[in-house]
């Protein structure tokens, strides 16, 4: 006989941190499992062979979860030297190697031209789609696909170690960053080739590692303490400023209509909070000074 799993209507974010080789999805599934949850989804992918933190979100903080897939990532990347590979990393096969003459000074001089705004080929080994397929399809068959280059952000890139053949940096970085892609340009510029052995992610927006749990500390926790570990949805808007609504505009709120509260606020996005400082969802600064509802949390009572 089979038995049907128990799913709960789980809220809340786990700051995760995924281990290597699980991919992020596999990860997901790991940790839904361990809670029971009825829905969850990361906030941002993390290959196989990486590890790191790995924002899962539970029930309704899923609706704040693109918040986090837009934030700045800071990453820990260990960078072969003198060799490349066919995916850029330690997945593929190296198919190029040579001396290695770079000293800590060339090598950080070199970083200086990846800071700010620059030009990225996304790599072919990648989940990017073409006509319908990821990248990586038409890579695993032999087939090269045009890609244009992207342009993103590197705010702040610095060495950390340099033992031949291996250096290791962390890099501050905008959404949208391939760390591999990273690797390899830093050897070319180098003149020497490169390829990414490890990556960590170290921070996402304002979460860190410092508060993340393993998959085999959850494993060891009680569903109760596995709950408290959970932080609640709205650290997920935490920078959006804040408004506190009365019962009536909070009544109405929740049934899909606009409300007018005192005081002036920029046009825009914005917290909501009721009684007991409940957190409501989002709402609008409309140009009218009227709130709207945006995005709300499915609520038990109505006020």
């Given at each position: 006989m089979q038995f049907k799993r128990i799913k709960r209507p789980v809220d809340g974010v786990l700051l995760l941190d995924k281990p290597v080789g699980l991919s992020s999805n596999q990860a997901l599934q790991q940790a839904k499992?361990?809670?029971?949850?009825?829905?969850?989804?990361?906030?941002?992918?993390?290959?196989?062979?990486?590890?790191?933190?790995?924002?899962?979100c539970f029930g309704e903080a899923t609706k704040f979860s693109h918040y986090l897939l837009d934030a700045d990532k800071t990453y820990s990347a260990t960078l072969c030297l003198g060799?490349?590979?066919?995916?850029?990393?330690?997945?593929?096969?190296?198919?190029?190697?040579?001396?290695?003459?770079?000293?800590?000074?060339?090598?950080?001089?070199?970083?200086?031209?990846?800071?700010?705004?620059?030009?990225?080929?996304?790599?072919?080994?990648?989940?990017?789609?073409?006509?319908g397929k990821a990248l990586y399809e038409y890579a695993r068959a032999g087939v090269d696909i045009e890609r244009p280059a992207r342009t993103i952000t590197i705010h702040r890139v610095r060495l950390l170690e340099l033992a031949v053949p291996y250096a290791r940096i962390e890099v501050s970085c905008s959404k949208g960053t391939y760390i591999r892609t990273l690797a390899e340009d830093i050897g070319?510029?180098?003149g020497c080739g490169a390829y990414l052995t490890q990556l960590r992610r170290l921070a996402t927006g304002s979460?860190?590692?410092?508060?993340?749990?393993?998959?085999?500390?959850?494993?060891?926790?009680?569903?109760?303490?596995?709950?408290?570990?959970l932080l609640a949805a709205d650290c997920l808007v935490a920078d959006l400023p804040?408004?506190?609504?009365?019962?009536?505009?909070?009544?109405?709120?929740?049934?899909?209509?606009?409300?007018?509260?005192?005081?002036?606020?920029?046009?825009?996005?914005?917290?909501?909070?009721?009684?007991?400082?409940?957190?409501?969802?989002?709402?609008?600064?409309?140009?009218?000074?009227?709130?709207?509802?945006?995005?709300?949390?499915?609520t038990q009572e109505k006020q």
């Open positions: 499992r361990l809670y029971m949850a009825a829905k969850a989804g990361h906030t941002g992918s993390l290959d196989p062979f990486a590890t790191g933190l790995l924002p899962i060799a490349t590979s066919t995916t850029g990393d330690t997945e593929g096969e190296i198919v190029a190697t040579g001396e290695v003459n770079v000293t800590r000074e060339q090598f950080e001089w070199a970083l200086q031209a990846f800071v700010g705004e620059i030009d990225q080929v996304p790599p072919m080994y990648s989940a990017l789609k073409h006509q070319k510029a180098l979460f860190d590692l410092s508060k993340a749990v393993t998959l085999e500390q959850l494993e060891a926790m009680s569903l109760d303490a596995r709950d408290a570990s804040q408004v506190a609504l009365d019962d009536d505009s909070a009544f109405y709120l929740c049934r899909g209509q606009s409300v007018w509260q005192p005081g002036k606020r920029p046009l825009g996005d914005v917290r909501l909070y009721g009684r007991d400082q409940r957190f409501l969802g989002l709402g609008e600064v409309m140009p009218d000074g009227k709130i709207a509802p945006r995005r709300l949390l499915q």
